[in-house]
């Protein structure tokens, strides 16, 4: 079936630091990916949609310029953490989505992101 | 009040037991309703989905919509100890993109 892979699975850094996520659907373009953050215990709360080759849309609340979203290809859409507090250790998860709410879509595996 | 309400539990059944996973929502537009099942420190995968009112079947699990009480159901019969996990609904109007999530219910089968 068709795989999303996220690198890293998991990644340390020191507060203040910048962190990337890839997130990449394997055997389908994936025209539409979600960044979603879960933290321990609770549900998935939707960060931002992206379209490829556009800029993404983001939730309310969620900052643009801490989160930056590119879509570049559609098999590629990466997150960038920037300047990573402890506040933002959570589990970062990816969804890629090829058309309609009922066709091909994935969730990634997971990036557990934790923040010192 | 949420759009979409989920039991957190835990539940807890023995081996073999009939499982019932339920989530009530508020929204008429949503026409799509599926089940995403979540192990420990892992991406969702979908499970089932159905649109619009009915019974689907898939093996031992088995997902109920009934759009008139705004309730949708997921029924996991001969549950065994790997199928414990965190089952979420989630749901979508048509044409739209954004899932909406429950909760999630963290459900343990003891063998």
């Known amino acids: 079936g068709a795989v999303v892979s996220q690198h890293p699975s998991w990644v340390i850094c020191k507060s203040g630091t910048s962190v990337k996520i890839e997130c990449r659907s394997l055997?389908?373009?994936?025209?539409?990916m979600f960044w979603y953050r879960q933290f321990p215990k609770q549900s998935l709360m939707l960060m931002a949609t992206s379209n490829e080759g556009s800029k993404a849309t983001y939730e309310q609340g969620v900052e643009k310029d801490k989160f930056l979203i590119n879509h570049a290809s559609l098999t590629l859409s990466t997150l960038t953490v920037t300047s990573a507090h402890p506040e933002d250790s959570s589990f970062y998860i990816c969804?890629?989505?090829?058309?309609?709410?009922?066709?091909?879509?994935?969730f990634g595996p997971g990036t557990r992101l934790t923040v010192l | 009040q949420k759009e979409v309400e989920q039991d957190p539990g835990p539940l807890s059944v023995p081996e073999g037991a009939i499982v019932s996973l339920n989530c009530t929502y508020s929204?008429?537009?949503?026409?799509?309703f599926m089940w995403y099942r979540q192990y420990s420190r892992k991406g969702p995968e979908l499970l089932m989905y159905t649109y619009s009112s009915g019974n689907k079947e898939d093996g031992r699990f088995t997902a109920q919509v009934d759009k008139s009480s705004k309730y949708i159901s997921l029924f996991i019969r001969d549950s065994q100890p790997s199928d414990s996990a965190t089952y979420l609904c989630?749901?979508?109007?048509?044409?739209?993109?954004?899932?909406?999530f429950g909760q999630g219910t963290r459900l343990t089968i003891n063998p």
């Open positions: 989630a749901m979508i109007s048509q044409g739209a993109q954004k899932l909406v």
């Open positions: 969804r890629g989505l090829a058309g309609g709410p009922t066709d091909t879509q994935y």
């Open positions: 055997d389908f373009q994936a025209t539409t």
């Open positions: 929204n008429s537009a949503f026409q799509y």
